[in-house]
Antibody
Framework: EVQVVQSGAEVKKPGESLKISCKGS????????IGWVRQMPGKGLEWMGI????????RYSPSFQGQVTISVDKSISSVYLQWSSLKASDTAMYYC??????????WGQGTLVTVSS | EIVLTQSPATLSLSPGERATLSCRAS??????LAWYQQKPGQAPRLLIY???NRATGIPARFSGSGSGTDFTLTISSLEPEDFAVYYC??????????FGQGTRLEIK
């Protein structure tokens, strides 16, 4: 059974760093892209970027390029989304999702990130 | 960047009625379009891919059509669990990928 499981909710202060995780199982982890999607409170879905665990090829949406870093650790089948300096506007639900042929077919449960002083 | 525009923003219908949701692309995406359903407090779920193919486990009352710039998601007879937000997404020349802004399907 394909599963995508994300790390738990985070509460951080502005300026702090953060790395959240996403673990895939039940399929060939290195054979599928995994992407990240942001959903701000009460808003729609925003595609952030994607990584191919097989060779770490990473692509970003222009809106998120330079704002976040996506990385992978194949040894533990995990993908990460990282911020070096959080802002209040980063408060959102973040989803990771496996991508097959350009479509996100299996989604994690979401990680709620709250940034507040 | 290709922009996807969904209409209407909100659709109010009753159970048993037929729902028709629209997604228009700013330029042709061929048939490279998907539809997702998101219920409150849940992650999105893939319903339709490549414009008209149902994803695994999706009921037959959901159907997709269209190509080029104009696409439609049809729910033939609404069940209570179908009231949710629906997003379209294209994969033409991906990445990047973009989503439409969503259509909220609410109970009338």
């Amino acid at each position: 059974e394909v599963q995508v499981v994300q790390s738990g909710a985070e509460v951080k202060k502005p300026g702090e760093s953060l790395k959240i995780s996403c673990k895939g199982s039940g399929y060939s982890f290195t054979g599928y892209w995994i992407g990240w999607v942001r959903q701000m409170p009460g808003k729609g879905l925003e595609w952030m970027g994607i990584i191919y665990p097989g060779d770490s090829d990473t692509r970003y949406s222009p809106s998120f390029q330079g704002q976040v870093t996506i990385s992978v650790d194949k040894s533990i089948s995990s993908v990460y989304l990282q911020w070096s300096s959080l802002k209040a506007s980063d408060t959102a639900m973040y989803y990771c999702a496996r991508n097959r042929d350009g479509y996100h077919d299996y989604w994690g449960q979401g990680t709620l990130v709250t940034v507040s002083s | 960047e290709i922009v996807l525009t969904q209409s209407p923003a909100t659709l109010s219908l009753s159970p048993g009625e037929r729902a028709t949701l629209s997604c228009r692309a700013s330029q042709s995406v061929s048939s490279y379009l998907a539809w997702y359903q998101q219920k409150p407090g849940q992650a999105p779920r893939l319903l339709i891919y490549d414009a008209s193919n149902r994803a695994t486990g999706i009921p037959a009352r959901f159907s997709g059509s269209g190509s080029g710039t104009d696409f439609t998601l049809t729910i033939s007879s609404l069940e209570p669990e179908d009231f949710a937000v629906y997003y379209c997404q294209h994969r033409s020349n991906w990445p990047p990928i973009t989503f439409g802004q969503g259509t909220r399907l609410e109970i009338k």
